[in-house]
């Protein structure tokens, strides 16, 4: 077996940690999720999943990781419950299936990129996205994008994942500060707020069936959680790490990233008077397309913008493959660069029917959110709360200034409210999905 690499700094833990969860989810699935589901009712669910869900079970993720050091499927036989594993294994599919899709959307970034340098978007930018994104050069640029993340994972942890993640974080959130001010001066701009940051309670309450469980895989898909990436980036951390000091900086930060995307897309919505709820899977790319052949230098800032969500993509997609990567090759003879280009073929396949049918990419989604990241964070929950509490709280106390209250309320959260909040989401995410498939005529339960 490999000697186990760790990360050379804390900081280089957190900037890897934020790499992976601030990634596309925050700058394409969020708007997309949040449109489909009334804005600000979606907004208000979302925050709420985020900090009574999200943030608990990260730590969950952090304390198998830690203390396992094992890659997130091995890490249950570590723990002494090997039939747990199954928890790691639904993770570690997810993490290929998720990827399979993602590698798609990559691929569409890339070509805005090339889009940027020679203005292709700048004329109809809704028309451009119904273009490009499906078809054979949509394969083509699926294909690029998972050879890029082949090649950093290849190279291992310290050397591809720590170095790329330093540079994007900084520069995401400059940017996208900059053009959400951009964004507050055009017309109709405050249309767009009053959608995004003035909910209804009504439409919370009559459309909770649909927005729970988009709400739930949202905070999961973008915090990186059910994927086995925390367990397995934690598995590399020191013994002295504050877990819910470095778990509360990525929660936070992460969710900034997403609210920020919210503040630059909605203006541009309305002004270009997309109906948010139409805009599908190219809500993100049809307005910062349409914003960028309006604005100043729009080649200039187009090309820096998709550069940088180039690098967001590409270090949570390394995240992705290092999953898979790392169960593989602590449990094969196999080198690291053979499997991570056996992986990534493998992912790539599964992607080729999303690159070329719309639909197939919206199922793809649908199934992760409503069922898969449900399924995988459920189980570590039950794990954690009911099979080994001790184990759990003795680690989450290891490292500074972790107070047995907050272990104690930690555990409690474990033991119940994720459980419950995610079987609830799990029931409703059924029926949403049958209600999608056609079997169902509408919502039953809560509706
Ligand atoms: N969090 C990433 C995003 O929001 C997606 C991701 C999920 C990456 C799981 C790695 C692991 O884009």
Do not use: C
């Not at 291992?156 to 900084?170: F, H, L, N």
Request: net charge negative; aromatic share 14%; hydrophobic share 55%.
């Amino acid at each position: 077996m490999a000697e186990r690499e760790t990360w050379e700094t804390r900081l280089g833990f957190i900037l890897a940690a934020v790499g992976s969860a601030v990634g596309l989810g925050n700058i394409w699935g969020f708007p997309f999720q949040a449109g489909q589901n009334g804005g600000a009712a979606f907004l208000v669910v979302y925050l709420a999943v985020v900090f009574l869900i999200g943030f608990p079970a990260i730590l969950m993720e952090f304390v198998v990781g830690r203390r396992s050091r094992r890659n997130p499927i091995d890490a249950f036989r570590e723990l002494g419950h090997g039939a747990w594993a199954i928890a790691g294994i639904v993770g570690t599919f997810t993490a290929f299936w998720v990827l399979s899709f993602y590698s798609v959307i990559g691929g569409w970034v890339l070509r805005y990129l090339g889009g940027s340098v020679t203005g292709a978007y700048f004329g109809d930018a809704t028309a451009y996205f119904n273009a490009i994104s499906t078809g054979p050069e949509a394969v083509a640029l699926h294909a690029v994008f998972m050879l890029l993340v082949v090649g950093i994972v290849a190279f291992g942890v310290e050397d591809g994942i720590e170095r790329s993640a330093k540079v994007m974080v900084p520069s995401i959130v400059v940017l996208l500060f900059g053009l959400g001010i951009w964004a507050s001066t055009l017309s109709n701009a405050g249309a767009g707020y009053d959608y995004y940051l003035s909910p209804n309670v009504d439409v919370i309450v009559d459309n909770i069936a649909s927005i729970l469980p988009s709400a739930v895989g949202q905070a999961f898909f973008t915090l990186s959680l059910g994927m086995g990436a925390m367990i397995a980036y934690s598995s590399y951390l020191g013994r002295d790490d504050s877990l819910p000091r470095d778990g509360g900086i990525i929660v936070i930060f992460n969710t900034l990233v997403g609210l920020l995307a919210g503040f630059v897309v909605f203006p541009i919505l309305f002004n270009l008077g997309i109906d948010p709820g139409r805009g599908g899977s190219g809500t993100a790319f049809k307005t910062l397309g349409g914003a960028f052949g309006q604005i100043p230098s729009g080649k200039l800032v187009g090309i820096v913008f998709f550069f940088v969500l180039l690098l967001a993509a590409l270090s949570s997609a390394i995240s992705l493959l290092e999953v898979v990567t790392s169960f593989a090759v602590e449990n094969t003879s196999y080198s690291r660069p053979a499997v991570a280009v056996g992986v990534g073929t493998l992912v790539f396949l599964l992607g080729v029917p999303s690159a070329l049918y719309s639909d197939y990419l919206t199922w793809f989604n649908l199934l992760a959110y409503d069922l898969f990241l449900p399924a995988a964070v459920l189980l570590l929950a039950l794990f954690l709360g009911w099979v080994y509490p001790h184990g759990a709280v003795d680690e989450l106390r290891q490292g500074t200034a972790v107070s047995a209250t907050f272990s104690t309320v930690w555990l409690w959260f474990v033991r119940i409210v994720i459980p419950a909040g995610i079987l609830l989401t799990l029931v409703l995410g059924v029926q949403e999905l049958l209600v999608q498939a056609g079997v169902l005529e509408s919502a039953i339960l809560l509706s």
